[in-house]
């Protein structure tokens, strides 16, 4: 007579047995009250896993999970926003240095008497650029550049250690 | 709302109905838990860890293309980030290579006169909890989760013959500590 084991009284009990075994071990069980006490066993113990009922998590948990995911949109609304300034900034100077010379290029340029008009603005505005990035001026403006980068990557460090912290909690 | 498949949900959740994940939550949350929580036997830490894996697969939805099933997905992360928590928490690594033939351990875990008296699904978690985190995880999607082998595979990125060796000893410890503890009677 064939020996059955655990394996493959398991593989029964999944209905993954040939018909031929199948067979044989059906006529073990009547021939066989050791190997049926076996089976019977690993039955109610398949029986008893089926019927166990799930864990439940705590009544709000749903709520918090998704407070966690609107908490994170909104940090990384602000986050974009932060960056945004900071650029716009940054561009804003650019623009500043792409005028001026823009202006250095016209002026040594000579215009017809149609275009006088917009030489005296353009003068006026390339005057008002060649005092701000003048000599003098300049060390300071690229120290005040400098700080507001400073400060910029402080605040944004901060504000995002903040926002870490607060997330995990 | 609550009749949706999974693809419906997460197709509005990308469409910016950001509350439609709520639905996706509630539908897995407690199976998902069950799981973790035989995993890392602590109901605190499994809450925790399930969270995150909740939070890592709304930020990670748009990159989900319906290849898979979502809860297939999903019970992917869940597994993962178990096991990075037991390894965080420097658990010993080798309870998740152990074979359950070495778990000497479980035949002396408990009194039978104690377990008789528990609630007995209580006592099956209980049992379950001893198995080791791949173990228990099996266990779990199989007849909690009610999945498949190829499913159960797919998710721990095994075989399917080694999901059923799995299955099948855990299946044979259990049986045997039940049968050790003549819990059958309490049963039958």
């Not at chain 1, 650029?129 to 990557?153: A, E, H, R, T, Y």
Request: net charge positive; charged share 25%; aromatic share 12%.
């Amino acid at each position: 007579m064939k020996n059955f084991n655990d394996d493959m009284l398991n593989r029964y009990l999944d209905n993954e047995l040939s018909n031929e075994d199948k067979n044989s071990l059906q006529s073990s069980f009547e021939n066989n009250p050791e190997i049926k006490k076996r089976y019977d066993a690993l039955l109610i113990t398949h029986n008893l896993l089926k019927n166990v009922q799930p864990d439940l998590t705590s009544i709000d948990f749903s709520k918090m999970v998704m407070q966690k995911i609107s908490k994170r949109r909104i940090i990384e609304f602000q986050q974009k926003r932060f960056l945004f300034s900071v650029l716009s900034l940054f561009l804003i100077i650019i623009v500043g240095i792409l005028g001026y010379v823009f202006y250095e290029i016209i002026s040594t340029i000579q215009l017809s008497d149609s275009s006088k008009t917009i030489s005296v603005y353009s003068n006026l505005v390339g005057n008002y650029f060649s005092v701000f990035f003048g000599k003098k001026n300049l060390s300071i403006l690229g120290s005040v550049l400098s700080l507001i980068m400073l400060i910029s990557g402080y605040f944004l460090y901060d504000y995002q250690k903040h926002s870490k912290k607060n997330f995990s909690h | 709302m609550k009749n949706l498949t999974d693809a419906e949900i997460i197709e509005s959740v990308k469409k910016g109905n950001q509350a439609d994940y709520a639905i996706l939550i509630d539908r897995y949350k407690n199976k998902a838990f069950t799981m973790i929580k035989r995993m890392l036997k602590n109901d605190f830490d499994a809450e925790e860890v399930l969270m995150d894996c909740f939070f890592k697969a709304y930020n990670n939805l748009s990159t989900f293309k319906f290849e898979s099933k979502f809860y297939t997905w999903f019970y992917r992360i869940v597994y993962n980030s178990a096991l990075t928590k037991l390894s965080s928490a420097k658990r010993k690594i080798e309870n998740e290579m152990s074979s359950v033939d070495d778990l000497h351990f479980l035949q002396s875990s408990y009194n039978a006169d104690d377990l008789v008296k528990e609630d007995l699904s209580l006592l099956v978690k209980k049992i379950v909890n001893e198995l080791p985190p791949k173990n228990a995880a099996v266990i779990s999607m199989f007849y909690f989760e009610e999945m498949s082998t190829e499913e159960i595979a797919d998710i721990l990125q095994i075989s399917v013959s080694n999901v059923k060796v799995i299955l099948y000893r855990s299946r044979n410890i259990l049986k045997e500590i039940i049968e050790r503890r003549n819990l059958y009677q309490e049963v039958l």
